[in-house]
């Protein structure tokens, strides 16, 4: 069964997936991608990386998988419409995939691990399906390390309330910092780490990430696990999202995300 998600599905969600790129969110395995390679994609969501990884890896072909129904069909179709033969898309589940041992030279998980209850038994599953020689690649948010100014107090509260509706939810927000330990005890042989960032400073990317969240705090899955919770009323999420607006308007806002990465092999 997979685990709940805190964000859930909602367009203001989506909106932030759709704009996933490998350049922006998998540039560390790119110099590890030949043509011909096989990839799975787990947590593929709408498969935008999914997308640039089967062009890349052509004619290597490339299967993306979710636990949604609906966004793997969603994710098809667009595939369809693009024409793109080398890659496919399934619902499949991160701890019991339906893949053969040893049967992919890459699996890759953005933004996965950390909404798993059982990190390292994924890990573990990861092993088992890559080809030997083959690498696993990983990358996490680490919400804790979060840095933004001007200092919107509603930001803090944000922060707050989403560390604890994640972890009431399914999972770890500040699972970048652990990715290294996780793949160490999933027992990978070589865990090489890495780091990089997400950094909105734009008016543009303001306006798009604040934009996303104002809408989020009000009307995704992640409001109805706050409320569900009982960790903050409608008043705190109104807060919430007016100081995500008042953040993107402000010509001096500027916020980083760290992330974790790893490349794992044996």
Do not use: C
Request: net charge negative; no cysteine; hydrophobic share 45%.
């Amino acid at each position: 069964m997979a685990d709940d998600y805190t964000h859930g599905h909602h367009e203001s969600v989506l909106r932030v997936h759709r704009q996933r790129t490998a350049g922006n969110s998998a540039a560390y395995l790119l110099p590890e991608l030949r043509p011909g390679m096989t990839v799975l994609d787990v947590g593929a969501g709408p498969g935008t990386i999914s997308t640039d990884l089967a062009a890349i890896v052509a004619p290597g072909r490339v299967r993306a998988i979710d636990a949604s129904a609906d966004v793997v069909a969603h994710a098809e179709a667009d595939r369809v419409a693009l024409g793109i033969e080398n890659l496919s898309y399934a619902v499949d589940d991160a701890y019991a995939l339906s893949s053969e041992n040893g049967a992919w030279d890459v699996v890759h998980a953005h933004q996965v691990l950390q909404h798993l209850t059982r990190p390292v038994d994924a890990l573990r599953e990861f092993r088992r399906v890559v080809a030997p020689g083959g690498v696993v690649a990983v990358r996490d948010v680490d919400y804790e390390g979060t840095i933004w100014w001007p200092r919107v107090p509603g930001l803090d509260e944000w922060r707050e309330v989403y560390l604890a509706a994640h972890r009431g939810t399914s999972g770890d927000p500040a699972a970048g910092r652990q990715l290294k330990a996780w793949a160490r005890a999933a027992g990978f042989a070589e865990v090489r780490s890495s780091a990089s960032i997400w950094l909105f400073e734009s008016a543009e990317a303001r306006a798009w990430w604040g934009g996303a969240w104002a809408d989020r705090a009000l009307h995704s899955s992640f409001a109805d696990n706050v409320l569900r919770l009982g960790i903050a009323d409608r008043a705190a999420l109104e807060r919430i999202s007016e100081a995500w607006r008042e953040w993107a308007a402000s010509e001096d806002g500027w916020l980083l995300m760290p992330h974790g990465e790893v490349l794992a092999r044996g």
